[in-house]
């Protein structure tokens, strides 16, 4: 049995996956899994998952969320080995995992594994396995307390290590892998004063012969050392910007593409991998590039160019009314017509179509132009309806209340890179006597374009209890442009109908930075 938590909280048994839905389960089975072989007090549990006022029975109200544990564990092992990994002590209860195990110290396994390794390529397997275990933001989807976020930050240490590691082997050996740049690049910018990290990433970028960006990273990593610390960067990196500086330009150091059996570097929530450095898949309508292009680069032109002759230009009209084979604006073909009625070569050349013909092809072609675009109107009028809910459809529900409790990631006013991905996570209290069930978040209109943040239209809410927390996660696209994004949401059910009237919406407001 597993329990992962580099991610988002999940219990794995032979192929079988589940997880706490209630926050209050969560938090839970967070609070063991934070104190990992320890007996947890009853009294710490229960000031843990009741900080403001606790139950009037503390002690049967931990004892109910250890029986809801027990009843997920049976749902993918046996009881008796589901009463074994949860054990109830005097005072406390505790995981004994045994053969079970977590993500979390596998990464540390790993870590430990490739510091005694013999040869560097023992230890590069081992750190890349660890790696691969990361599917988000430890326990992204728990209640933070205190000493879940301590274990968080503990594990965020232990992936920094083991890719600072990774960097450096690499170096050293016959080539770079090439998600390397993006790794280190991701994590350098969610790390702007770690230097160690940005001294590798320098180093990497010299070395597959990026000196430019490498110059370009140092300056920004020596502004941002100054304006928050009043320092300069450390005698090595300084050392390394010399001599990048004085560098004479040599063979960039090869780039390895991974082999098939090669675990990538990161993985998707739901176990698949992607390229490492990305939140993987699209977010919002634009492709991984920003923009969607023609296959044959600016594919229109082209196709007006190669055309027969160019009946949508304009210049054509300078051959218009000239004698059947004289010059024109279009250029010459093999057989000598040239002007705007030239015709591809090999073409069947039809008797009476010279200026006259082309002028005809020109309207034709207007026609079917206008035919289009009153198309593609009565199209536009006629789409079903995929904005917000109306205003009329608001649904203020007796008791269901909610409160934004804080900004876990990005508040509004941080500053993000001209097209970084980054993760924003929202805490929600359910205050009402209603529990959630099936609702979403819905990205309001009209932030929605591509000089705007990009992210998802509709983001699900985990099921919430009254009493209990919800913590959303939204992946979004900065956009390529400095300025400012600003992204308003609102809590809808599965048809659109909008509840929270007591929380007119939810919005993150971030600098985008050069």
Same mark, same amino acid.
């Given at each position: 049995m597993d329990f992962l938590v580099l991610g988002s909280l999940?219990?794995?048994?032979?192929? @079988?996956?589940?997880?706490?839905?209630?926050?209050?389960? *969560?938090?839970?089975?967070?609070?063991?899994?934070? /104190?990992?072989?320890?007996?947890?007090?009853?009294?710490?549990?229960? /000031?843990t998952l009741w900080p403001d006022r606790l139950p009037a029975d503390p002690a049967n109200a931990v004892q109910v969320r250890a029986s809801r544990l027990r009843t997920l564990l049976r749902s993918v092992t046996a009881p008796a080995e589901a009463e074994s990994v949860l054990c109830s002590r005097s005072g406390g209860y505790k995981l004994d995992l045994g053969d079970a195990g977590t993500d979390l110290a596998r990464l540390q396994g790993a870590l430990s594994l490739a510091g005694r390794a013999d040869t560097p390529e023992t230890a590069m397997k081992a750190l890349r396995e660890g790696?691969?275990?990361?599917?988000?933001?430890?326990?992204?989807?728990?209640? @933070?307390? #205190?000493?879940?976020?301590? &274990?968080?930050? /503990?594990?965020?240490?232990l992936r920094l290590s083991a890719m600072e590691a990774y960097a450096t082997l690499s170096l050293s050996g016959p080539g770079v892998p090439a998600t390397l740049v993006a790794d280190l690049t991701t994590l350098a910018s969610r790390n702007p004063l770690r230097e160690p990290l940005h001294l590798l990433l320098m180093r990497v970028l010299h070395a597959t012969g990026r000196s430019a960006e490498a110059l370009t990273l140092y300056e920004r990593l020596r502004r941002t050392l100054r304006d928050e610390l009043g320092t300069d960067p450390r005698p090595e990196v300084r050392a390394l910007h010399q001599e990048i500086l004085a560098a004479e330009p040599?063979?960039?150091?090869?780039?390895?593409?991974?082999?098939?059996?090669?675990?990538?570097?990161?993985?998707?929530?739901?176990?698949?991998? /992607?390229?490492?450095?990305?939140?993987?898949?699209?977010?919002?309508?634009?492709?991984?590039?920003?923009e969607a292009e023609p296959e044959n680069g600016d594919g229109g032109e082209a196709e007006r160019e190669n055309g027969d002759g160019g009946p949508l230009r304009g210049k054509d009209d300078g051959g218009a009314g000239r004698p059947d084979g004289e010059g024109g604006a279009g250029a010459e073909t093999p057989g000598g017509d040239g002007g705007a009625g030239a015709e591809a070569p090999g073409a069947e050349r039809r008797p009476g179509l010279g200026p006259?013909?082309?002028?005809?092809?020109?309207?034709?072609?207007?026609?079917?132009?206008?035919?289009?675009?009153?198309?593609a109107v009565f199209l536009w009028l006629s789409r079903p309806a995929s904005g917000p809910p109306e205003p009329d459809l608001v649904r203020p529900v007796p008791g269901d209340k909610s409160r934004l409790a804080a900004d876990?990631?990005?508040?509004?006013?941080?500053?993000?890179?001209?097209?970084?991905?980054?993760?924003?996570?929202?805490?929600?209290?359910?205050?009402?006597?209603?529990?959630? *069930?099936?609702?979403?978040?819905?990205? &309001?209109? #009209?932030?929605d374009g591509e000089d705007l943040? @990009?992210?998802?239209?509709?983001?699900?809410?985990?099921?919430?209890?009254?009493?209990?927390?919800?913590?959303?996660?939204?992946e979004v696209r900065a956009p390529r442009e400095p300025g400012k994004c600003k992204v308003y949401?609102?809590?809808?059910?599965?048809?659109?109908? @909008?509840?929270m009237p007591h929380l007119s919406g939810i919005f993150f407001d971030v600098k985008v930075v050069p």
């Open positions: 999940t219990i794995t048994h032979q192929g @079988q996956s589940t997880a706490p839905s209630a926050a209050k389960d *969560r938090a839970f089975l967070g609070e063991l899994l934070a /104190h990992p072989g320890e007996l947890v007090s009853t009294e710490h549990l229960a /000031h790696l691969a275990l990361w599917r988000g933001e430890p326990f992204c989807d728990v209640p @933070q307390t #205190p000493c879940v976020t301590d &274990q968080a930050a /503990h594990a965020q240490e040599g063979p960039p150091c090869p780039v390895l593409l991974p082999r098939d059996d090669t675990p990538l570097l990161v993985r998707k929530a739901e176990g698949e991998t /992607h390229e490492a450095g990305s939140f993987g898949g699209e977010i919002g309508r634009t492709g991984d590039d920003g006259l013909g082309s002028r005809a092809r020109r309207v034709a072609a207007a026609a079917v132009v206008v035919c289009l675009a009153a198309a876990v990631t990005y508040p509004d006013g941080s500053a993000v890179r001209v097209g970084e991905r980054f993760v924003k996570t929202w805490k929600i209290d359910n205050i009402g006597t209603v529990p959630w *069930r099936d609702r979403f978040l819905y990205r &309001q209109w #009209p932030w943040c @990009q992210t998802e239209r509709s983001v699900p809410l985990p099921d919430t209890d009254p009493g209990g927390s919800a913590l959303v996660n939204v949401w609102k809590m809808v059910d599965a048809d659109g109908n @909008q509840y």
